[in-house]
Nanobody, 128 residues
């Protein structure tokens, strides 16, 4: 399994930005899919954005051009730049990895199906 540690969460105002980072280790060679998920208490986890081993990315519909996922294999980091944050974006954000590629797109309800490694999460709060 891959080890994942998130950082960068915090509290911001409506319309502001945050950059989340996920440091990963343990071997992500091959067809790894890396992604960000989010979950609020009492709600189902949902995919936010993903980057496949070929560099292709997919986003959830609610992203609407506001968030950008990027992976730096030299630094072993997965980042999520979040702009124009809204109060409804407030959630616990977690990064995750899947060893055999992105089976589904980030907007799919089945997106989490093959992810086997998860970080502890970092909290994002957005006040209006």
């Amino acid at each position: 399994l891959v080890q994942l540690v998130e950082s960068g969460g915090g509290s911001v105002q409506d319309g502001e930005s945050l950059r989340l980072s996920c440091a990963f280790s343990g071997g992500t060679d091959g067809s790894y899919c890396m992604a960000w998920f989010r979950q609020a208490p009492g709600k189902e986890r949902e995919g936010v954005a993903a980057v496949d081993s070929d560099g292709s990315t997919t986003n959830a519909d609610f992203v609407k051009g506001r968030f950008t996922i990027s992976k730096d294999d030299a630094k072993n980091t997965l980042d999520l730049q979040m702009n124009s944050l809204k109060p409804e974006d407030a959630d616990m954000y977690s990064c995750a990895s899947a060893p055999d590629g992105c089976w589904y797109s980030a907007y799919s309800p089945h997106f989490a199906a093959n992810f086997d490694s998860w970080g502890q999460g970092t909290q994002v709060s957005v006040s209006s």
